[in-house]
Each structure stands twice: as structure tokens, then as C-alpha cells.
T-cell receptor, first 115, second 109 residues
Framework: EAGVAQSPRYKIIEKRQSVAFWCNPI?????LYWYQQILGQGPKLLIQ????????DSQLPKDRFSAERLKGVDSTLKIQPAKLEDSAVYLC?????????????FGPGTRLLVL | GQSLEQPSEVTAVEGAIVQINCTYQ??????LSWYQQHDGGAPTFLSY????GLEETGRFSSFLSRSDSYGYLLLQELQMKDSASYFC??????????FGPGTRLSVLP
């Protein structure tokens, strides 16, 4: 079974530029999560989708971050414009359902450096 | 607010037993998960406690006490490959997850 795919794996941009990340979850997984992990900290949930609907985006900085999951499969996360403090690893995860006992499977992450 | 606390670092020797504690303060707590993350890698699921008590999975066990808002991960027969960061994560009604700050485990030969 293929795992969660993410691209690009690395990205370096200058502040005020835009960037987009892509995630392809495990086939059949209804729930998709985007996390931000700053070095030395735990993952912070940015947004959670159930199929193509948003379950939780309370910690998404909506003035600069946006995400979509068209057709309930792939998802993109965009930052526009980027700030220095956005430098982090952006992790995508998926699970069969959204209950807490469902295992979340994480992708390899996209490492973003904002200069 | 919602927060979880874990020790920042733990060190143990190969073959030993180590316990990583997690206390939580969240609204609508439902269950507690544990994830392992090696440097440069993605988090991988270890265990989940939805009920009070001990869950055992091979060398790893996890415990939850709702009355104490407390849980722990117990790693037995430590191996060098267990050197990693370990995160507890609370699942709350309203279907959101909050991860703890992580505990960095160093296993010495």
C-alpha cells in the first residue's frame, strides 16, 4: 500500500513570496490533516478535512494560509505572502476516519525555509 | 486553552526501561495517542488509549488515567534504534488533535 505522498520535499523562498505544497493521501482515507512543525516542537494542526469539507481550521492563519481538498482526495496548502516565521516542516497526514483511535499516517513532509 | 506537557529530554541505557509522562489540559478530552519521530523523519503511530488503563504493544505500553489527566509511554528492553522524539497527542470532541512538545529520548550503549 502506498503511503502519503508530499511534494516538494524542500523549498527555499524569500519572504513575501508565495509557495504551495501538495499532498496525496492514502487511497480510501477520508480524513486529511495539514500540520506545521517548527524545529524542536510538536506538530501543530493547521487544518483538518473530512472528505472535501473542513472539520477544523481554527489554527490556520487565514490572512496568509489557505488550503483546499478538491474532490476529497489530493490537497494543496498555500502560503501567500510568506514570513520568516513560516520556516518549518509542513506535514500532511491521513486517516480512514476522524475518530481519535484512527491511526494517522504521515507523509515525509515539506521543509520550507523562508529567507 | 489546550495544552500538553512532557519532559523535554530523557536518557537511558540499552536494555533498560524508560517511562515518558504526559499531562494534559484540554476541553472535551476523548483519548491520547503516542507517536515516534526520528530526526528528519515523519511521526509514526505507536499506541492509543481511549479508556483508562494499560495498552500493550510489544515492547511499548501506554497508560491513561482520565481522573489525573495523565498518561505515559513505557518502553522496555531499550534499543539504540529507539533514540527518537516521542509525542503524546490528545484527541478532543470536536474532532481536533493537539500534540505535546515532545520528549527526546537518547539511548546510550
Amino acid at each position: 500500500e502506498a503511503g502519503v505522498a508530499q511534494s516538494p520535499r524542500y523549498k527555499i523562498i524569500e519572504k513575501r513570496q508565495s509557495v504551495a505544497f501538495w499532498c496525496n493521501p492514502i487511497s480510501g482515507h477520508a480524513t486529511l490533516y495539514w500540520y506545521q512543525q517548527i524545529l524542536g516542537q510538536g506538530p501543530k494542526l493547521l487544518i483538518q478535512f473530512q472528505n472535501n469539507g473542513v472539520v477544523d481550521d481554527s489554527q490556520l492563519p487565514k490572512d496568509r494560509f489557505s488550503a483546499e481538498r478538491l474532490k476529497g482526495v489530493d490537497s494543496t496548502l498555500k502560503i501567500q505572502p510568506a514570513k520568516l516565521e513560516d520556516s518549518a516542516v509542513y506535514l500532511c497526514a491521513s486517516s480512514l476516519a476522524s475518530s481519535g483511535q484512527e491511526t494517522q499516517y504521515f507523509g515525509p513532509g515539506t521543509r520550507l525555509l523562508v529567507l | 486553552g489546550q495544552s500538553l506537557e512532557q519532559p523535554s529530554e530523557v536518557t537511558a541505557v540499552e536494555g533498560a526501561i524508560v517511562q515518558i509522562n504526559c499531562t494534559y489540559q484540554t476541553s472535551g478530552f476523548y483519548g491520547l495517542s503516542w507517536y515516534q519521530q526520528h530526526d528528519g523523519g515523519a511521526p509514526t503511530f505507536l499506541s492509543y488509549n481511549g479508556l483508562d488503563g494499560l495498552e500493550e504493544t510489544g515492547r511499548f505500553s501506554s497508560f491513561l488515567s482520565r481522573s489525573d489527566s495523565y498518561g505515559y509511554l513505557l518502553l522496555q528492553e531499550l534499543q539504540m534504534k529507539d533514540s527518537a522524539s516521542y509525542f503524546c497527542a490528545a484527541y478532543n470532541y470536536g474532532q481536533n488533535f493537539v500534540f505535546g512538545p515532545g520528549t527526546r529520548l537518547s539511548v546510550l550503549p
